[in-house]
């Protein structure tokens, strides 16, 4: 994977100019080790198919990725409304960029992410049409408000692929104790409004088992 810096960030890519779809991902350096075996597993569940991949960095993880400001759930530190900005920097910066950068004509762009980073890919797909698909894999969709938020709006995106591990919801926290109901009832929201293709999918642990692997299922469904 190669370094570029697109905008203000410094964003890493693996890119195959031949390569029509094209996924995206927020990251937190927590993530940044393990983002070159996601790639390798992204291309084994993907048969070799073609694909090209850009991660970029959220540092200040609670404020960029939060749809809206809300206070602590965990720890003492709230969450902040960047969502906005960090949707705008995608579409306005980094998707220009890697389109000049690419071969292709027509790329299908997937945006994706893991926990908060997968709640901010659903909502940035209630925003625009400009991601053909979603992975949301462990999202936070217990957020204050959001699965209000969700059922009162329409999903943009083609494809959703959601996924949770199936002991996330054993948890003291009550907030985040409802995960497990939050995501099915995400699930049926978009299953029965027919607006796009969508699945469920359970994976074994908790929220920190495996999240590379968990990543690359979510974009290789895609």
Known sequence: MNTLTIGDRKCLLFEDPD???????????????????????????????????????AEDWNRQLSPWAAPAVF???????????????????LLPCLRERSSCDTLRIFLGGYSLAG????????????????????????????IGYAGQNTIKSERVYLSLGDREMKTKNQIMSTVGDCIQRQYDLLASSGTCACTLEWNPGNHFREPALRTAKGFAWL
């Open 119 to 146: 709640l901010f890919s659903l909502w940035a797909a209630y925003q625009t049409d400009s991601f053909h698909g979603i992975a949301a894999v462990s999202p936070s969709v217990w957020f204050p408000g959001w």
């Open 75 to 93: 720890g003492s530190e709230g969450f902040g409304d960047g969502a906005a900005e960090t949707l705008k920097y995608i579409t306005d910066t």
């Open 19 to 57: 390569a029509s779809d094209l996924l995206i991902q927020p990251t937190g350096d927590h993530e940044t080790a393990s983002l070159e075996e996601e790639v390798r597993l992204i291309g084994r569940l993907r048969s070799g198919r073609p694909f090209s991949f850009a991660a970029f960095p």
